[in-house]
């Protein structure tokens, strides 16, 4: 199980250039998140989804876009790099439905992306 | 979903129990108490929740106070690598509402195991 896969890793974008990031998990889980976190701070959800077709906007979503064509995967899209997106990008997935207990109700998040616009 | 506060930071001598407390003074009776941690950048991890009963796995112990207006984490025997920023998360479990499972993080508490 390879659990949530996020590619690239690293990328260095410079002001206005577009990127996607990409986010696979291979549970069959319904949810999908994306945060990011910028340095020295939590975590803050940019969008989510609760299954294929459905997205929805998150706490900062201004200059990000999404889609889930499918239950595997959740892109977030960059349009216009600004510096203040500079951060480090996490996605995550959940399964809201499985019974109580254990990590029934745990996120399982991917290793990130880091991404700096200069 | 309740606020939580935390302190920013703890320190721990190897091999000792780490506890790391969290406030949540106006959590909700459907709300539940999350714990997750980040090690050194990498995505956060999920350890243990709780509703109002004390918890155990095999990560660590969680103790929530008779009211629920507090919560302690316990690492009974920390290690080096449990060396991580830890995040206390109260919200309604599931889809409850309008949540949709998510989790809103504070700025957690760093803490750091030594020798």
């Known amino acids: 199980n390879a659990g949530v896969t996020q590619t690239p890793k690293f990328r260095i974008l410079k002001i206005g250039q577009s990127m996607t990031l990409q986010c696979a998990q291979d549970m069959n889980h319904n949810y999908m998140y994306w945060y990011r976190q910028d340095p020295g701070m939590g975590l803050k959800l940019i969008y989510y989804?609760?299954?294929?077709?459905?997205?929805d906007k998150g706490e900062v979503p201004n200059g990000y876009n999404v889609s889930r064509s499918t239950t595997e995967d959740f892109p977030l899209r960059l349009e216009l790099a600004a510096p203040s997106q500079t951060s480090v990008y996490f996605c995550?997935?959940?399964?809201?439905?499985?019974?109580?207990?254990?990590?029934?109700?745990?996120?399982?998040f991917g290793s990130g992306t880091r991404l700096t616009v200069v | 979903d309740a606020k939580t506060t935390q302190p920013p930071s703890m320190d721990c001598a190897e091999g000792r129990a780490a506890n790391l407390p969290c406030n949540h003074s106006?959590?909700?009776?459907?709300?539940?108490v999350y714990w997750y941690r980040q090690i050194h950048s990498q995505g956060p991890q999920y350890i243990i929740h709780?509703?109002?009963n004390n918890e155990t796995n095999e990560m660590a112990s969680l103790i929530i106070t008779e009211d629920r207006k507090s919560s302690t984490l316990i690492l009974p025997h920390a290690t080096l690598r449990d060396t991580a920023v830890y995040y206390c998360i109260v919200r309604v479990r599931g889809a409850g509402g309008t949540s949709y499972g998510k989790l809103t993080f504070g700025q957690g508490t760093i803490l750091t195991v030594h020798p």
């Open positions: 106006t959590i909700s009776g459907n709300e539940y």
């Open positions: 989804s609760v299954g294929a077709g459905i997205t």
């Open positions: 995550a997935s959940s399964y809201p439905g499985r019974q109580e207990g254990g990590e029934s109700y745990g996120y399982t």
């Open positions: 709780g509703l109002k």
